[in-house]
């Protein structure tokens, strides 16, 4: 129309190219190629991270350089010299960890996966089966690529007929006086414990009528004796403040819980520290318990790709949930210890119920950072702490000479702790770890079925022929009080037991294991059916089958009646509901309500 | 009609800004400084000293801190000195007797601002990315050139405090004071750590050094103090000059203070 | 629409801290008319003008233009305005000026009318600061009738500008003029006042002394200086009617009067021998004093 009109459309074309370039300019600037790639192209056993914000067990430092070869850390420090050919990993905006040590794990199936591929290069198992220590020796002291986190661990615990740590289904050889005590130890030292584990737990830190078979005071101490005797450490298990103490007085190297029944005395925590006793709180598997939903968070803000179905399983379940209480208690008691100059170390307690292997490590920093440690202390928990408390050498720290167990975490985690989930890159021994195939990561830990027919028929005794044997399953180990027994009498499994008022969802009954270790799961694809010979009170029963996930989220069950008369009970596996019923870990044959006294038989179980 | 009285006052808002963006494009003693000096001292501390050594954390630091720099001397001496010496010529009065709306002339200030600022910053990326190494992600890259370029609010508000409160070639003086002063104590061209303890602190009361804590934050390369802080100050700050310049105006108005009796014939 | 005046200032008085700048000033701008406001430095004239422009805050007293405040945006469209200012930005071209102060318009004059308006074609692609004063001035002018105003403010158009260009530049304020446009000037030249105007008011101090014709006033500010070399004595002319002023510089005698010819005849009276006479027209600053005086003490007009 005008010049005006003409002037003024050509300044806003001349804006909307000048805003177009600029933006395009921008988007040509180069950018890392690790963030094209994740996984894929990181280097390995000889690389540097460069300009990386460095945690080396002990305190952030900003602009370190750190130069692998050949699985260890040969140098660090500001602005290194390195060889011109040396990849180099930018760690611009990035946290460099050691590899994070979970201090209380119990070992079994794919945890060992599972906790190196969230960070978790070493776990401190405290009970597991002594069958996997020699393995677990030899894999450590090994610098090849691997697939699991080191295990380091108790082996057997030591506990009271009948006592806490007996109810999981392994083999538990306990202790009934205190002159045994040196040979139990001795015996440990030969299957390869690192250090001896002792129950001390009679049930009442959790209040009501729960009561276990528990150690007596003598004993305890003729074990920590005996440890030390050997040269060994004794971790005390403990949940109650006077049993803590007790523990602490009797020489005890750590404590592996923190106490939930009373906030401890600040005179007391001294006490604690001056006898040099560090504690592992298991903040995670405590705050689970009484339904603290940190873990769950954790869960929620990892790639679903990275969650294998164990820790899915573990994590996701509540059946230990308890309400009405708080897990402050616990939470002021670690502050307290910390306060005080208590080492403190992190652990979960994984795979128990509402915590995942690896995973719930993450979990275990947020609550120790809520419990009061600031970031630097959360992290040296999970870390050099750990190390240094349990002895383990070349690991812990991002040092010269040390292994290259490294976690390279986006952002700044100094100032905020739960960016400890937000991995880059893992490195075990130099080597990255495919963190992705968490899915295909479980595999390996499902055994094949042989050919052959698989059935119980309980001729030779309770040994079933198959899997890893029958077990007494109770909600006692959710902290519920119902009872069962097994025997083999006339060549049929008997169950005879009771449901008593204390867990929400009382059970009691028998499993059996149908996998190489307990809840390790075998693949039993190409059979259809499951089929027994039942008879007894006629009471309601129920199966419930345990997958992949082991102690995973409620079993899907079918129930059955058992009557006066041997009857054949065929259920097919399609009838469980879940993904694959062919993944079969354990099934369980329980009651549930109504409670009191039940009894029934089995005979000839087969999986067809 | 409001469509075509909307479309009006978009042009005046438009014409207004690119006239100013062409007016200080064509003034040397404007263009030169400010488009110049950053990218000259990115290049000569960041690229070439920077670079040396092996480690990519100078260069990548000064190229946060330059191009706070960079959109610090557009705002400022647009504002200050700019509208100082517009108010003594007469020509702010002329416009204030049009129809133009007050908030074109100051927009366009604020866009000439942004439009220089934006050629410092992609200048300096440039430099940096392709002379100094530098590598970022590219959320990093699009973020600092947005919180960089949001330095025109502080900045802008800082100069026509100082173009509220200073006439003519006064207001160039008094803006070379803030400007270069300001810069240095704020760790724009050098990291403040090195400063005395005492220097340091009084960063803490300047916004460039929040606009570069802010910027350095994108790069993790920031002191650690809490965004929440550096966005809180800045803001307050903001609004305490912006009242500081009408205060200013109030007294002084927009250039008719000029007409006293024996004013010039 | 019943606009009787243009715009108006009502009983206005303006300070400057202590400085009186306007009293009680009473200004009406005639529908059409070309209004000189005329008045030496720091008589007032700038101040009215930016009463008017809405560019000062009316203290007592009433500014209205098209019956609305001064500032009102309706005021603003229909207005043009050419200030006493150093000029706009040196760095834009003449063009590119008009194009900015055009786009503020909701119906700008075509920019080649503009530019023939102001006598300046040709010029349009030159930046601003490579101008000669004068066509500075005709720039100004441009922008002052860039909204095609109704009523125009030219603020001391031809200040500072030298005798030819001053006269170029009435040239195209006259050919405005012709256009029926409302125009109000201020100017301390009586002599453009008389070029251009259909009305003057003469400010003073702060005080309009004088309103009218140009004739009128140009006859009631016909001073003249005379210069000898004489025994009369200051005293002695001083009583003379018509003088208003007069003192000895070095041997000269120098006395202001509205009527020569009656002190000359009396100074040859007085003194036969008086040599080296002079007489010419005052400056506008005599001719005000002259007025001044009159309005002082009313004295008839010769």
């Known amino acids: 129309m005008n010049a005006g009109n003409r002037s003024g459309a050509r300044s806003l074309w001349i804006l909307a190219v000048a805003a177009g370039g600029f ?148 083999a538990v050889e306990p202790l009934t006086e205190p002159a045994s005590a040196a040979a139990w130890v001795r015996a440990r030292k030969d299957e390869g414990s690192d250090w001896i584990k002792i129950i001390s737990e009679d049930g009442a830190a959790y209040g009501g009528e729960l009561q276990f078979p528990a150690l007596d005071r003598e004993t305890i101490g003729a074990l920590i004796a005996a440890a030390h005797a050997e040269e060994m450490l004794a971790v005390v298990h403990v949940t109650g403040i006077e049993r803590a103490l007790e523990a602490v007085s009797q020489g005890a190297d750590g404590l592996v819980h923190v106490w939930i029944d009373e906030v401890i005395a600040e005179e007391d925590a001294r006490r604690v520290a001056e006898a040099g006793v560090f504690v592992v709180p298991t903040l995670s598997v405590i705050a689970s318990m009484f339904g603290d939903s940190t873990g769950l968070r954790v869960l929620d803000e990892t790639d679903e790709e990275l969650v294998s179905p164990m820790q899915w399983g573990t994590l996701g379940d509540r059946s230990y949930l308890r309400t009405g209480t708080e897990d402050e208690a616990a939470l002021e008691n670690v502050r307290r210890l910390h306060e005080a100059g208590v080492r403190i170390v992190a652990g979960t307690d994984a795979p128990n119920p509402g915590t995942g292997a690896g995973i719930s490590m993450h979990s275990e920093l947020r609550l120790l950072a809520r419990a009061g440690l600031a970031s630097d202390a959360v992290l040296a928990a999970a870390t050099s702490g750990a190390a240094e408390a349990f002895r383990i050498p070349e690991r812990g720290r991002v040092a010269e000479g040390h292994l290259a167990d490294l976690v390279l975490v986006r952002g700044d985690v100094e100032s905020d702790v739960s960016r400890t989930t937000d991995i880059v890159t893992i490195w075990k021994d130099g080597y990255a770890i495919a963190r992705e195939s968490a899915a295909t990561a479980s595999a390996p830990v499902i055994a094949a079925a042989p050919d052959g027919p698989i059935v119980a028929d309980f001729e030779d005794g309770i040994d079933a022929g198959f899997g890893s044997g029958w077990q007494v399953t109770t909600d006692a180990m959710n902290g519920g009080t119902s009872t069962a027994g097994l025997a083999v009498e006339a060549g049929a499994l008997v169950v005879r037991g009771e449901t008593k008022a204390g867990f929400p969802f009382p059970w009691a009954g028998a499993i059996w294991f149908t996998g190489p270790q307990p809840m390790q799961a075998a693949d039993f694809s190409g059979r259809t059916t499951l089929r027994f010979r039942t008879r007894g009170d006629g009471r309601p029963y129920t199966v419930m089958l345990f997958g992949a996930g082991a102690a995973g989220t409620v079993p899907p069950t079918v129930p059955f009646t058992a009557g006066p008369e041997w009857a054949v009970v065929e259920i097919p596996l399609k009838s469980f509901a879940t993904a694959d019923p062919t993944i079969i870990a354990g099934l369980a044959f329980v009651t549930q309500a109504p409670l009191g006294a039940f009894a029934f038989e089995l005979d000839d179980v087969e999986i067809r | 009609m409001t469509a075509a009285r909307r479309a009006h006052r978009a042009r005046i808002y438009a014409l207004e800004a690119w006239y100013q963006f062409l007016m200080v494009l064509r003034e040397p003693a404007f263009a030169i400084p400010t488009l110049l000096f950053p990218l000259i001292f990115y290049l000569f501390f960041g690229v070439v000293l920077g670079a040396g050594s092996f480690s990519v954390a100078a260069p990548t630091y000064m190229l946060a801190t330059y191009s706070v720099f960079g959109v610090m001397g557009p705002s400022l001496f647009g504002f200050g000195a700019g509208l100082a010496m517009e108010r003594d010529s007469g020509v702010l009065l002329l416009k204030r007797t049009t129809p133009m709306p007050a908030a074109a002339y100051l927009l366009a200030k604020v866009a000439m601002a942004i439009a220089f600022g934006a050629a410092v910053v992609l200048g300096i990326f440039l430099l940096g990315a392709h002379g100094a190494g530098v590598v970022l992600y590219r959320w990093q890259w699009f973020a600092l050139a947005g919180v960089v370029l949001a330095g025109v609010i502080p900045f802008c508000a800082l100069g026509l405090a100082v173009g509220a409160w200073s006439r003519g070639r006064a207001a160039v003086a008094i803006t070379n004071l803030v400007f270069l002063p300001m810069a240095m104590l704020s760790g724009l061209w050098i990291p403040i750590t090195i400063f005395p303890a005492a220097l340091q602190d009084v960063a803490n009361a300047l916004p460039a050094y929040h606009q570069a804590q802010l910027a350095l934050k994108i790069i993790d390369m920031d002191g650690g103090q809490t965004t929440l802080l550096h966005i809180s100050v800045l803001g307050v700050q903001s609004l305490a000059l912006l009242a500081v310049a009408a205060f200013g105006f109030r007294r002084a108005g927009t250039g008719a203070v000029s007409i006293r009796p024996g004013g010039t014939s | 629409m019943s606009e009787p005046d243009i715009a108006r200032l009502s009983g206005v008085t303006h300070r400057y801290g202590s400085v009186v700048a306007l009293e009680e000033v009473d200004l009406e701008v005639r529908r059409g008319e070309v209004l000189a406001v005329l008045g030496p430095n720091g008589a007032g004239k700038t101040t009215a003008i930016h009463l008017l422009l809405g560019s000062l805050p009316v203290q007592i007293g009433r500014a209205t233009v098209f019956g609305q405040r001064p500032d009102a945006p309706g005021v603003r469209a229909r207005r043009g305005a050419m200030l006493q200012i150093s000029g706009v930005p040196d760095t834009l071209t003449v063009g590119e000026h008009i194009d900015l102060f055009r786009a503020y318009y909701p119906a700008p004059v075509p920019a080649s009318d503009l530019l023939a308006m102001a006598g300046i074609e040709g010029l349009e692609g030159r930046r601003f600061g490579k101008l000669s004063g004068g066509q500075k001035q005709r720039v100004m002018f441009a922008l002052a009738l860039c909204g095609d105003p109704q009523l125009v403010f030219l603020d001391e158009p031809t200040a500072g500008l030298d005798v030819e260009v001053r006269r170029g530049l009435w040239e195209e304020i006259r050919r405005h003029r012709d256009s029926g446009r409302t125009t109000v000037l201020t100017t301390h030249y009586l002599e453009e006042a008389d070029a251009l105007a259909d009305r003057i008011v003469v400010l003073h101090r702060g005080r309009v002394i004088a309103e009218g014709a140009p004739s009128t006033i140009k006859s009631r500010t016909a001073a003249r200086r005379v210069r000898c070399v004489t025994r009369v004595t200051v005293d002695a002319v001083a009583s003379v009617p018509g003088v208003v002023r007069s003192e000895t510089r070095g041997q000269h005698l120098e006395v202001l009067t509205s009527r020569p010819e009656a002190l000359i005849r009396d100074l040859f009276d007085r003194d036969p021998d008086l040599h080296d006479l002079t007489v010419v027209g005052a400056g506008l600053e005599e001719a005000f004093l002259a007025l001044t005086r009159e309005s002082d003490e009313p004295e008839p007009v010769a």
Do not use: C, Y
């Open chain 1, 23 to 170: 933006i395009g300019a921008l988007a040509t600037l180069p950018v890392p190629e690790s963030s094209a790639a994740p996984g894929q192209e990181v280097p390995e056993s000889r690389f540097a991270v460069v300009d990386v914000t460095l945690f080396d067990g002990g305190a952030f430092q900003r602009n370190q350089d750190v130069w692998i070869e050949d699985g260890r850390v040969r140098a660090l420090g500001p602005r290194l010299r390195l060889p011109e050919d040396l990849p180099r990993v930018d760690g611009r905006g990035h946290t460099l960890l050691p590899g994070l040590i979970d201090g209380h794990v119990h070992t079994f199936g794919g945890t060992l996966n599972d906790a190196l591929r969230f960070g978790v290069t070493s776990v401190l198992d405290q009970f597991t089966d002594p069958a996997l220590l020699p393995g677990a020796k030899s894999a450590r002291d090994d610098i090849a690529r691997t697939g699991e986190a080191d295990l380091f661990s108790a082996g057997m615990l030591a506990t009271a007929p009948g006592g806490h740590g007996t109810q999981f289904g392994m």
